[in-house]
């Protein structure tokens, strides 16, 4: 078990989690009297108000003093010395401790970013406030983000253009190599031509030989890529229309629960163990696995009833390997998608999301080592209709809204 930064926090602190998951900078603001918190605390320090509530704020600073860490009693910074940390006077007024950039001097503006560490807590990271090109390249931003340069990665199913634009975007990422799945053979599912689930002009993209249906072809693989592996990115989709009260709706839905979460279940058992292997060498990146999810995943879409049932349980499933493999220090990360612009998605409305958007979506996800992402319009829309009411939300699905 790989050692990880320390993670006791208060539940104030930790409602800082959901935005560092998203990217998002976002402090707790006192109700009354608009002081922003930091630390975050249970009452607003200026006035005692006890409604706090995360609102984005400014995100630039002045880096007030650096302390370089030589010494530690923590074995997770141990191996990381040494570390710098620095004060900084935030624009939205509190002064708060962050770890810092390279290119973050003392008397200097930066520009802030909440980030998740190993322990997937969520941490203050000082940048310098001018954006260059080799930024990504900095070894303590490095270790809190999943930058896919020089990694290895397996995108698990090339079978669809998602898959295949996928492993195109992380191999043009700069990928060392991008390992490409065959797809699944789920025998529910009529067969369909991966002529070139792994042709490509790019050398670091190799096919593979992959069957998410197999568990012990998938050990077979996780033998001969594992002690390499990086990076998971399972773009298993599975989508077939229907699986309510037609009747193929049992085997519907059977058929989708085999594809996406079984499959899911069975690249988990065989990944798994060589990532978190991989987590425990401080030498490697925090390794991780992605998921791409409908986002129906959060919401059922009824005419497309077994594939949301599906994605759905792929998703809370998910959240069980987070707690798992975030325990080794593995980042598990989902990619909510609204419908694909894909021939098997029939029948859609615009605005569809094309692949290539996914594929952009995933790199930069890795880059900025978040844990979710959203792409799309109707996907950004459906989930801004839950938050304000499931059950409004629910109806108007169930009306045929998207
Ligand atoms: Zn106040």
């Known amino acids: 078990m790989s050692s990880l930064p320390p993670a006791a926090r208060s539940r104030a602190a930790r409602r800082l989690v959901g935005a560092a998951a998203r990217g998002r900078f976002a402090l707790p603001v006192c109700m009354r009297c608009g002081a922003v918190q930091y630390p975050p605390r249970d009452v607003c320090v200026r006035c005692l108000y006890e409604r706090l509530q995360l609102r984005a704020v400014p995100e630039g600073g002045t880096l007030l003093a650096v302390t370089t860490v030589r010494v530690t009693t923590d074995p997770w910074f141990r191996a990381r010395l040494p570390w710098r940390i620095g004060s900084v006077r935030l ?26 560490d190993r322990s997937g807590e969520a941490v203050l990271f000082a940048l310098p406030a001018v954006e260059t090109a080799t930024m990504q390249d900095d070894r303590q931003l490095r270790e809190f983000t999943q930058e896919p340069r020089g990694r290895n990665i397996l995108v698990t199913d090339g079978s669809s253009a998602l898959g295949r634009e996928t492993a195109r975007a992380l191999a043009l990422a700069g990928a060392r190599q991008v390992w490409v799945g065959s797809g699944q053979s789920s025998p529910a599912f009529a067969p369909r031509a991966v002529p070139s689930a792994g042709a490509t002009d790019l050398p670091n993209i190799m096919p593979l030989v992959l069957d998410a ?22 773009t298993a989709d599975g989508f077939r229309a229907g699986g309510g009260l037609s009747p193929d709706g049992a085997a519907l839905v059977r058929a989708s629960f085999e594809a996406v979460v079984v499959g899911l279940a069975n690249l988990a058992q065989a990944f798994g163990p060589a990532l978190c292997a991989r987590a425990a060498d401080p030498a490697h990146g925090m390794p991780a696995w992605v998921n791409v999810l409908s986002i129906y995943a959060c919401a059922s879409r009824p005419e497309w009833g077994a594939y949301s049932a599906a994605h759905a349980a792929a998703r809370s499933y998910l959240s069980c390997l987070r707690a798992q493999f975030g325990r080794a220090g593995v980042r598990v990360a989902e990619v909510l998608t609204g419908p694909l612009d894909d021939p098997a998605h029939s029948d859609q409305p615009p605005p569809l999301v094309r692949p290539g958007q996914v594929a952009a979506a995933v790199v930069e996800l890795l880059r900025a080592g978040r844990e979710e992402v959203v792409v799309g319009e109707v996907a950004q829309d459906l989930l801004a209709r839950l938050a304000d009411s499931p059950k409004a939300l629910e109806r108007e699905l169930a009306r045929g809204v998207p």
Do not use: F
């Open 213 to 234: 249906a197999d568990p012990r072809q998938l050990q077979q693989c996780a033998a001969q890529i594992g002690a390499e592996l990086d990076v998971v990115v399972n």
């Open 91 to 116: 624009d939205s007024g509190p002064t708060a401790i962050a770890h810092l950039h390279g290119g973050c001097e003392a008397g200097a503006r930066v520009r802030l970013e909440l980030k998740l």
